[in-house]
């Protein structure tokens, strides 16, 4: 037997793969976005005076995942190259050589599949949606070559997934609904601005666009804190839409002071802290959104 085949087959091999997979596509950051996601569900249901079921709830979660997998994955096979040269990414596993863009592809291949299986199993118009949506999640990874707004895009990619829950529970679409897309695309577009303070010089000398590099860091700061500002007024909108009970309020008040921490912790001269702003602190916000809008949900009155 070869070398390589006898790698193939060793188990600790197996979960080394398994480990760079995982960390090329920061599964664990699936955090961020699903939460919304499961509230977006929990709302449609309970605004038909109905629960999800468990299996409604496992492919919302499967295609959450599978989605997020291959926007991830496409994100890096379109950017291995500026990866290569920035000091900050070239450890990532595509530059570094430790999986091959043959693999990457086909892990793309098989996380969007996964995605599509999903939406079949929910209903005929999350089916019918699916692939505009990963045309969407892929379209995202260029658009730093041309737009500064990039950042807004990719809140837009992670901000569809209340309005996907919804469609997958109902097979419709509510416009409220649409207030919890605007929320968390500015939630997760303000803090991606925080996460391209770190690029601006890389950014300069490779030609693409961030809202740092056009404005400056600290201009880029008070947009990301004017996004943020608008992403609790959306959420009171949110709640007064759905008329929901004390534990949404409650659920406003951790979000906005979780995000003014998030937010003392860049500063134009201090970039230190911004992994944990970025990695932390939204953990911890989607979370307890969840937490709280999810007892909301839960007690509401269709």
């Not at 999800?52 to 499967?62: A, D, E, G, R, Y």
């Amino acid at each position: 037997m070869s070398p390589s085949a006898k790698s193939a087959l060793d188990p600790a091999h197996g979960k080394s793969r398994i480990r760079i997979v995982l960390e090329m596509i920061k599964f664990e950051h699936s955090v961020f976005a699903l939460p919304f996601a499961l509230v977006g569900a929990l709302l449609a249901a309970r605004a038909a005076g109905i629960l999800p079921t468990w299996p409604q709830i496992l492919w919302i979660v499967v295609a959450m995942v599978g989605a997020r997998s291959a926007a991830m994955t496409m994100n890096r096979i379109a950017d291995v190259e500026y990866d290569r040269r920035n000091p900050r990414t070239a450890n990532r596993a595509l530059p570094k050589g430790e999986l091959s863009s043959v693999f990457a592809w086909l892990f793309t291949f098989a996380a969007s599949a996964i995605l599509v299986i999903a939406a079949w199993q929910l209903n005929s118009l999350a089916l019918k949606l699916s692939p505009a949506a990963l045309a969407l999640l892929f379209f995202y990874s260029y658009t730093k070559r041309f737009t500064t707004w990039a950042h807004f895009v990719l809140g837009f990619c992670l901000g569809i997934s209340p309005a996907a829950a919804w469609i997958a529970i109902r097979g419709s679409l509510d416009w409220r609904i649409l207030i919890l897309c605007a929320a968390v695309t500015l939630w997760v577009g303000g803090f991606d601005v925080l996460y391209a303070c770190q690029d601006v010089d890389f950014d300069k000398s490779a030609g693409l666009y961030s809202i740092p590099k056009e404005f400056g860091i600290a201009r880029a700061l008070l947009i990301a804190r004017a996004m943020h500002v608008v992403m609790v007024g959306l959420l009171v909108w949110l709640a007064l839409a759905f008329h929901l009970a004390w534990p949404a309020w409650a659920g406003i008040f951790v979000v906005a002071a979780l995000l003014a921490y998030e937010q003392s912790l860049v500063q134009p001269n201090d970039l230190t802290k911004i992994n944990a702003a970025f990695f932390t602190v939204n953990g911890y916000i989607s979370l307890l959104f969840l937490l709280f809008w999810g007892a909301a949900a839960m007690v509401m009155r269709p």
